[in-house]
């Protein structure tokens, strides 16, 4: 599954996060399996539907945890991971210490793509995406301008 869209939404003065229709259409059984929430790359929030989180998992449990570099992502990737659920309401409660870790405050924009939907405080967001639209095009390039076949 991949997901797909942007999202600005507003968090509650407990911390809880609406999730929005559209994104919810596109999780199987409208999220009501719960999620994996991480510290993800770049200062933002990773957050995983559980079944996604589970094929992460997966690929972290075939890592040989014998080498240093393996065991020192493995922690890093997984420091504070929580598993949140939906309540009644179609909203999850971020943990204060991931809000902290990602400058959120009160309002985010949801990041969906491939397996994971970023969780981003909105000020950061459009600071990073500003930066990186300079290059953009020759970041396409370095990274689709090759032959599909090679």
Not at 40 to 51: A, H, M, Q, R, V
Not at 107 to 124: G, H, P, T
């Amino acid at each position: 599954m991949s997901y797909l869209g942007e999202y600005i939404c507003k968090l509650d003065a407990k911390g809880r996060l609406t999730v929005p229709a559209g994104l919810k259409k596109q999780l199987e059984n409208d999220g009501k399996e719960g999620f994996v929430l991480n510290r993800g790359f770049e200062g933002c929030l990773g957050l995983y539907p559980l079944k996604d989180w589970q094929k992460v998992s997966e690929r972290l449990n075939k890592l040989n945890l014998f080498v240093t570099k393996n065991r020192a992502f493995v922690r890093k990737f997984q420091n504070g991971a929580t598993q949140l659920d939906m309540d009644g309401n179609g909203r999850v409660l971020l943990p204060k210490d991931l809000m902290s870790f990602a400058g959120i405050t009160k309002e985010v924009v949801l990041f969906a793509y491939a397996d994971r939907i970023e969780i981003w405080d909105k000020k950061r967001y459009d600071e990073v995406m500003s930066e990186e639209m300079d290059d953009f095009a020759d970041l396409a390039e370095d990274v689709m301008g090759k032959d599909i076949d090679e």
